[in-house]
């Protein structure tokens, strides 16, 4: 959803006094709201020349719980979800959707942990890469 879509959601609903009148913006804005899950926008964001043992082996994910998180029997945890986003070498922008989606913290650039995941996501650094330079610099690696 672009910035401007959510800021308008965000000024109607604060405007929103009843619950009748709720119901009708739900109605109204359904589109608005994020109903897809992660292993759906994921999957619809990546490369289709790619397949998903790829996505898997690059991320260091064991090979049954990466088919279960893709198939979407499994929500991953963020660790996980960077993990893919770096195999898939998604923007930015894209991996913050992944984690809205996967209902985990965005990564915030004031926390030193997550400033090296964003270098790394915006750098298109592997995940054994980055884990390197996440134990070098003294943050926990990517589990």
């Known amino acids: 959803m672009k910035k401007k879509q959510t800021q308008e959601l965000m000024n109607i609903l604060k405007d929103t006094s009843s619950v009748s009148a709720?119901?009708?913006?739900m109605e109204y804005k359904e589109d608005a709201f994020l109903d897809m899950?992660?292993?759906?926008?994921?999957?619809?964001?990546?490369?289709?020349?790619?397949?998903?043992?790829?996505?898997?082996?690059n991320a260091n994910i064991h090979r049954t719980y990466g088919y279960q998180v893709?198939?979407?029997?499994?929500?991953?945890g963020r660790d996980k979800v960077i993990a893919l986003c770096l195999a898939a070498e998604v923007t930015l922008d894209e991996a913050q959707h992944c984690l809205r989606y996967a209902n985990q913290p965005q990564l915030y650039a004031r926390n030193r942990r997550d400033a090296i995941l964003i270098y790394a996501i915006n750098n298109n650094i592997s995940v054994q890469d980055t884990n390197s330079i996440l134990s070098d610099l003294g943050e926990n690696i990517l589990e």
Do not use: C, H, W
């Open 22 to 25: 709720l119901e009708a913006v």
């Open 70 to 76: 893709l198939n979407g029997q499994k929500m991953p």
């Open 37 to 57: 899950t992660f292993a759906e926008y994921f999957l619809s964001i990546t490369s289709d020349s790619i397949d998903r043992a790829e996505y898997i082996k």
